[in-house]
C-alpha cells in the first residue's frame, strides 16, 4: 500500500511532529528531513514518497513471540451535553486532578523505567496505590472542588475518559473542551468483556454502540459494569484559542490530525514518529493502509505492533472509531541514527 497512499494529506502531521520534537533531546538526528519537510508543502505523492524513502529508515514492528500483526483500534472526540452547574437532568461530575495524587517518575531512578510512572497517595509516610474508580464515585463529596463541568450521561462520561479528550455543549450553545489531564494508575479494564464474560451481549455486540445500547437498556446495572474498570481519567479544561477546527492535543503536544494521528505505546514507538500502517476499515475487510504519525498515547493502548487510529470529532467519526477492532501491521519510519538510541 506504500505506492498507494496519499502522502500529501500526511504532510501537516508530520510538520506538528516536528514542532514538537524540535524541543527534544534527539532533535539533531530529526532536524535534516524535519527542514526539508517544511520546503514540501503542495508536493505531489511522487515527491513525497522520495522524500520519505531518502530520509527515514523503515522498521517491521515485530512482537515478542516474532508475529507482526496486532489489534488496531479507534478513537475519536466526543461531544457531550453538560451544565457548568449542577441540576437533575446534569448529574455526572467531570473532575480535575485531585491535589493529593501523587505521579511518580520511574525513570527518575531507574532510566531504564522511562514512560514507567506510578500513581498513588500518602497514607501516613508510605505511598499507596490511589482510590479506584467504585472508591472516587463513593467519595462524591471529597470531589466537590474538582469538579470542572456537569454532564448528562453516565455512558457517555465513560466513554469521554476512554477517548481521552472531548467537548460539551453548555445550556447557553457554547462549547468547551476538555483534555485528559491525570489517571488514578489502575490498569484499563474493557467493560465489553465483562459483558461478554456475563453473556450480556455477543463478541459481535460489543462495539461502543452495543455497549451504549446496553446501558440505556439496563440503567440500573450501570454503574455496576462502569466500576468493573477500576481506572479512572481526570480532566483539564483546555482554553479556546479560536482553532475549534484543530483536534485535540495528544501526548506529544501537538493537535491530533483526523486520519493521520495514531496512539501508539511509547516504550516501542518513538512520539514523533512516522509509522505505514496496513490495516482494514472498521468492521470490514476493505484495506486501509497508510501513513499515519505516532502523536498520543492511552492507558489500553499496550504492546508493539498496537495502534489506536484518531478518526476525528462528532458522531460520524465517533460511529468508525466505536466499530473499529481490526488486525493490522505497523513500519515506524526513523531518521538514520535514531533506532540506535
Known amino acids: 500500500g506504500w505506492q498507494e497512499d496519499t502522502l500529501a494529506e500526511a504532510l501537516p502531521a508530520l510538520l506538528q511532529s516536528c514542532r514538537a520534537l524540535a524541543s527534544r533531546s534527539q532533535w539533531a538526528l530529526w532536524r535534516t528531513a524535519c527542514d526539508e519537510a517544511k520546503g514540501l508543502s503542495g508536493a505531489d505523492s511522487a515527491k513525497l514518497r522520495q522524500f520519505f524513502e531518502a530520509r527515514f529508515e523503515p522498521y517491521l514492528m515485530t512482537n515478542p513471540d516474532a508475529t507482526n500483526n496486532g489489534l488496531i483500534t479507534g478513537y475519536y472526540e466526543p461531544l457531550l451535553r453538560g451544565s457548568r452547574t449542577r441540576t437533575a437532568s446534569f448529574a455526572q461530575p467531570v473532575l480535575g486532578v485531585p491535589p493529593y495524587l501523587l505521579t511518580i517518575d520511574l525513570s527518575d531512578v531507574l532510566p531504564d523505567l522511562k514512560n514507567m510512572r506510578l500513581r498513588g497517595r500518602l497514607q501516613g509516610n508510605k505511598v499507596i496505590p490511589y482510590y479506584s474508580r467504585a472508591d472516587i464515585v463513593g467519595r462524591e463529596k471529597d470531589y466537590a472542588d474538582r469538579v470542572l463541568l456537569w454532564v448528562d450521561d453516565a455512558i457517555e462520561l465513560f466513554f469521554l475518559q476512554i477517548q481521552g479528550s472531548g467537548r460539551v455543549k453548555l445550556p447557553d450553545g457554547r462549547l468547551v473542551r476538555i483534555g485528559y489531564a491525570d489517571q488514578n494508575g489502575h490498569p ?85 514518529a512516522p ?48 466499530r473499529m ?17
Do not use: C
Not at 247 to 254: F, T
Not at 283 to 290: T, V
Open 275 to 322: 509509522v505505514f500502517l496496513a490495516t482494514t476499515q472498521p468492521n470490514s475487510s476493505a484495506p486501509l493502509r497508510r501513513l499515519m504519525l505516532a502523536q498520543d498515547t492511552g492507558g489500553a493502548i499496550r504492546g508493539v505492533v498496537r495502534a489506536d487510529f484518531f478518526w476525528g470529532f462528532g458522531n460520524e467519526a465517533g460511529s468508525q472509531a466505536g
Open 325 to 341: 477492532k481490526q488486525q493490522g501491521q505497523m513500519w515506524v519510519l526513523l531518521p538514520p541514527g535514531v533506532a540506535a538510541k
Open 188 to 272: 484499563y479494564q474493557s467493560i465489553g468483556r465483562v459483558l461478554i464474560e456475563r453473556g450480556d451481549l455477543k463478541p459481535e455486540q460489543a462495539s461502543m454502540q452495543g455497549i451504549q445500547s446496553w446501558a440505556r437498556a439496563n440503567p440500573d446495572k450501570l454503574n455496576d459494569l462502569l466500576n468493573s474498570n477500576p481506572s479512572y481519567v481526570f480532566f483539564r479544561e483546555v482554553p479556546s484559542k479560536g482553532k475549534d477546527s484543530e483536534g485535540p492535543q495528544g501526548a506529544l503536544g501537538v493537535p491530533l490530525t483526523p486520519g493521520r494521528s495514531i496512539a501508539i505505546d511509547p516504550r516501542h514507538v518513538p512520539l514523533g
